[in-house]
């Protein structure tokens, strides 16, 4: 009884999966861009609060009548120039949600825009730290008058407590995004990131 061997299969090569893009840069781009998107809508609305709020007679004559000097000056400045910040993040948010749109089509333009991006929205992380610390310094300065001693103490040590709590949270807060930041910077720049870039 004679037995034959069973016909060889043919040996099947893998297809490659997908076409050699990392696997993070779809999900960022598309997480980013819905985030772009919604803080557009919310500073865009920031604007015209502004512009309403700079033509009101009553709070114009409470900012130059009032005594502002518990005020921190960034704050002071900000609400001189609320419009003119409003609008800056409004852009801001706008050139972040096109360039994550580029990055889902590829552009090399919207990679070094979202780079750039990643670098100043750090900055103003620590920028947004130093203001928070700034004006708790400035009310554990400018306490009532009319408080005694010992509760000026008490309150005096609540804020010192509440200023290192707060501005701790964001000073870790903007370390850690700091860090995220850097490491998508790191990352976007490798070789097998920066060939898929290629239309200009």
């Not at 099947?12 to 980013?32: E, N």
């Not at 609320?82 to 706008?94: E, F, G, P």
């Not at 920028?127 to 509760?151: K, Q, S, T, Y």
């Given at each position: 009884?004679?037995?034959?061997?069973?016909?060889?299969?043919?040996?099947?090569?893998?297809?490659?999966k997908?076409?050699?893009?990392?696997?993070?840069?779809?999900?960022?781009?598309?997480?980013?861009?819905?985030?772009?998107?919604?803080?557009?809508?919310?500073?865009?609305?920031?604007?015209?609060l502004?512009?309403?709020?700079?033509?009101?007679?009553?709070?114009?004559?409470?900012?130059?009548?009032?005594?502002?000097?518990?005020?921190?000056?960034?704050?002071?400045?900000?609400?001189?120039?609320?419009?003119?910040?409003?609008?800056?993040?409004?852009?801001?948010?706008?050139?972040?949600?096109?360039?994550?749109?580029?990055?889902?089509?590829?552009?090399?333009?919207?990679?070094?825009?979202?780079?750039?991006?990643?670098?100043?929205?750090?900055?103003?992380?620590?920028?947004?730290?130093?203001?928070?610390?700034?004006?708790?310094?400035?009310?554990?300065?400018?306490?009532?008058?009319?408080?005694?001693?010992?509760?000026?103490?008490?309150?005096?040590?609540?804020?010192?407590?509440?200023?290192?709590?707060?501005?701790?949270?964001?000073?870790?807060?903007?370390?850690?995004?700091?860090?995220l930041?850097?490491?998508?910077?790191?990352?976007?720049?490798?070789?097998?990131?920066?060939?898929?870039?290629?239309?200009?």
């Amino acid at each position: 009884m004679s037995s034959t061997l069973p016909p060889l299969l043919p040996h099947a090569v893998p297809r490659p999966k997908g076409d050699g893009t990392p696997a993070f840069l779809a999900p960022l781009a598309k997480s980013v861009l819905v985030i772009c998107i919604l803080s557009a809508v919310c500073w865009a609305g920031g604007v015209v609060l502004a512009v309403v709020l700079s033509k009101s007679a009553w709070l114009q004559d409470l900012l130059h009548d009032s005594d502002l000097s518990w005020m921190p000056p960034s704050l002071r400045w900000f609400s001189r120039h609320a419009v003119a910040v409003n609008v800056a993040l409004t852009v801001l948010s706008v050139a972040g949600a096109l360039a994550s749109w580029g990055l889902l089509r590829r552009y090399r333009w919207a990679l070094w825009t979202f780079i750039v991006l990643l670098v100043v929205t750090a900055v103003l992380n620590f920028a947004g730290a130093w203001v928070v610390d700034e004006v708790f310094r400035l009310l554990m300065v400018h306490l009532p008058p009319n408080v005694d001693a010992a509760d000026a103490a008490q309150v005096h040590r609540e804020l010192l407590m509440q200023r290192v709590i707060y501005t701790g949270m964001m000073i870790i807060t903007s370390l850690a995004f700091a860090a995220l930041h850097a490491w998508l910077v790191l990352r976007l720049l490798r070789p097998d990131v920066q060939r898929l870039f290629a239309k200009p």
